[in-house]
């Protein structure tokens, strides 16, 4: 295990994740779009991109608008309504995105999200799962058992 302070930790964590998502959804892009990765990689890219701005922007709101509330423990409420929030904001971005690039209407745009979005929620999933077990947050790791 590798332990990181909370910065480079979250640094290394979009770094990653990011690389891997732009392959994987070029994969999935060429796939739902009939086209190769040449015009796909772009997309991702962007794609990419928006979700790391909107990421930032939207958390940074989020947490401003928890503290002007003063929400003290983020319940699965909250946690519902930050996931749709995010994933709204994502999908306004995107779906101009792919209507322009391929030039598709918003039904076709709008399935191709859907089926991003899928994909995300599974590998978002087993990345962090992977990402906790290789690099530890400080003072989270077990310690050694006495020999």
């Known amino acids: ?10 640094i290394v964590y979009v770094v990653i994740f990011e690389i891997i998502a732009i392959i994987s959804s070029t994969y999935v892009l060429m796939k739902l779009s009939d086209s190769d990765a040449a015009e796909s990689l772009p997309v991702a890219v962007m794609v990419s991109l928006a979700a790391v701005i909107w990421n930032f922007i939207y958390n940074t709101a989020f947490e401003a608008w928890e503290q002007r509330r003063q929400v003290a423990k983020r319940t699965l409420l909250i946690r519902s309504i930050h996931a749709l929030g995010f994933e ?5 971005v995107c779906l101009p995105i792919y209507m322009i690039w391929y030039d598709v209407g918003l ?8 089926a991003l979005l899928l994909f995300f929620l599974v590998y978002t999933f087993i990345f962090t799962l992977i990402f906790d077990k290789i690099f530890t ?7 050694a058992p006495a020999s």
């Open 1 to 10: 295990m590798i332990t990181l302070s909370p910065l480079k930790r979250r």
């Open 137 to 143: 947050l400080p003072n989270h790791h077990k310690p």
């Open 88 to 92: 709204g904001g994502l999908v306004l």
């Open 107 to 114: 039904l076709e745009a709008f399935m191709m999200e859907v």
